[in-house]
């Protein structure tokens, strides 16, 4: 949306964002001091936020060639976008739709990139690995210090490790669906409409499918896995449509820290925050020096 990285507009979306994200594992009681009551309370402050930042790009204030901007020009009135009037989004859906990139998009992104680094600080030998394949890239170039797209479709060990990040994160540790029929698995019943939650975590950790399930090592995905059985991006027609925009900036994102710096974690430790988005507890902090 364009907003500056650290002006004050920033630092108020910042804070509703956050207050909204830490609001989801919490029960919905809307009673003040409850952590959803809060996360409400911020998603109406965001809504105004955006009200005005829409208001001023209709009005012609400002222009900004970004997200925001395509979805006004495609869902405004009389805008040309696809079909009637009726496939236009109303402004609190497109509202709506900013909020879903941001908190789908954001601390999940965010989360899958701290894991990325505890793991490979505790396996020196896949790091040693995934920065051979990035160094070669790297040395094969000819000029400029921007990845191609060619170069980002050709890192097969990159896109292994990050499978097995995560698999072994499981940074959504659960998600939903409703049952559209009466159906049995295992010899138990599930009704039409009950909601069904996945325990993505033990999924992942099934000796059975993964051997050794709390060893981190990407080479399991050198032979396909058995279907269903990695769900890091969930499967089927809900699964995480930003899936290639997170694999392409955690590719991204490996390649400029692995080819420049090395690091040293300051605080080790292994327990795990308890909310929705799984993060490492203490966002495990880190000292980057040049290579
Ligand atoms: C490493 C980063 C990410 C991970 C691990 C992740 C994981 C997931 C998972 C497990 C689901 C549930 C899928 C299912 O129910 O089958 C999901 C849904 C979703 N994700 Fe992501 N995601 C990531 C990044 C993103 C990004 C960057 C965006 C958008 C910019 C995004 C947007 C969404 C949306 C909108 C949904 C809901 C889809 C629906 O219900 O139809 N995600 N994601």
Same mark, same amino acid.
């Given at each position: 949306?364009?907003?500056?990285?650290?002006?004050?507009?920033?630092?108020?979306?910042?804070?509703?964002?956050?207050?909204?994200?830490?609001?989801?594992?919490?029960?919905?009681?809307?009673?003040?001091?409850?952590?959803?009551?809060?996360?409400?309370?911020?998603?109406?402050?965001?809504?105004?936020?955006?009200?005005?930042?829409?208001?001023?790009?209709?009005?012609?204030?400002?222009?900004?060639?970004?997200?925001? @901007?395509?979805?006004?020009?495609?869902?405004?009135?009389?805008?040309?976008? @696809?079909?009637?009037?009726?496939?236009?989004?109303?402004?609190?859906?497109?509202?709506?739709?900013?909020?879903?990139?941001?908190?789908?998009?954001?601390?999940?992104?965010?989360?899958?990139?701290?894991?990325?680094?505890?793991?490979?600080?505790?396996?020196?030998?896949?790091?040693?690995?995934?920065?051979?394949?990035?160094?070669?890239?790297?040395?094969?170039?000819?000029?400029?210090?921007?990845?191609?797209?060619? @170069?980002?479709?050709?890192?097969?060990?990159?896109?292994?490790?990050?499978?097995?990040?995560?698999?072994?994160?499981?940074?959504?540790?659960?998600?939903?669906?409703?049952?559209? @029929?009466?159906?049995?698995?295992?010899?138990?019943?599930?009704?039409?409409?009950?909601?069904?939650?996945?325990?993505?975590?033990?999924?992942?950790?099934?000796?059975?499918?993964?051997?050794?399930?709390?060893?981190?090592?990407?080479?399991?995905?050198?032979?396909?896995?058995?279907?269903?059985?990695?769900?890091?991006?969930?499967?089927?027609?809900?699964?995480?449509?930003?899936?290639?925009?997170?694999?392409?900036?955690?590719?991204?994102?490996?390649?400029?820290?692995?080819?420049?710096?090395?690091?040293?974690?300051?605080?080790?430790?292994?327990?795990?925050?308890?909310?929705?988005?799984?993060?490492?507890?203490?966002?495990?902090?880190?000292?980057?020096?040049?290579?």
């Amino acid at each position: 949306m364009s907003l500056e990285p650290t002006g004050e507009e920033q630092q108020k979306f910042r804070a509703n964002f956050k207050l909204i994200s830490s609001s989801f594992a919490s029960l919905p009681l809307k009673i003040p001091g409850t952590a959803f009551y809060r996360g409400i309370k911020a998603r109406d402050r965001m809504y105004a936020m955006l009200n005005s930042i829409i208001y001023n790009r209709r009005s012609g204030n400002s222009f900004q060639q970004d997200f925001l @901007e395509s979805l006004i020009m495609k869902h405004g009135k009389g805008a040309d976008g @696809e079909g009637s009037e009726d496939n236009k989004l109303t402004d609190t859906q497109l509202k709506d739709n900013i909020l879903t990139l941001l908190v789908a998009g954001h601390d999940t992104t965010t989360s899958a990139l701290t894991w990325l680094i505890k793991f490979l600080e505790e396996n020196p030998a896949v790091l040693d690995k995934l920065r051979e394949e990035h160094l070669e890239i790297q040395a094969n170039r000819k000029g400029g210090t921007n990845l191609t797209w060619s @170069e980002v479709n050709n890192m097969p060990y990159t896109a292994k490790v990050i499978n097995e990040t995560l698999r072994r994160a499981t940074v959504l540790p659960w998600f939903s669906r409703k049952a559209s @029929e009466d159906f049995k698995i295992d010899g138990y019943k599930i009704k039409k409409g009950w909601s069904i939650n996945l325990d993505v975590v033990s999924i992942h950790h099934d000796p059975q499918v993964f051997p050794n399930p709390y060893n981190f090592d990407p080479s399991r995905f050198d032979a396909p896995i058995k279907p269903f059985s990695f769900l890091g991006f969930g499967s089927g027609p809900r699964m995480c449509p930003g899936m290639n925009l997170a694999k392409l900036e955690i590719s991204i994102f490996i390649h400029h820290l692995l080819c420049r710096y090395k690091w040293t974690t300051l605080e080790k430790d292994d327990s795990v925050q308890p909310t929705l988005v799984r993060m490492p507890r203490n966002k495990y902090p880190i000292v980057a020096e040049p290579l």
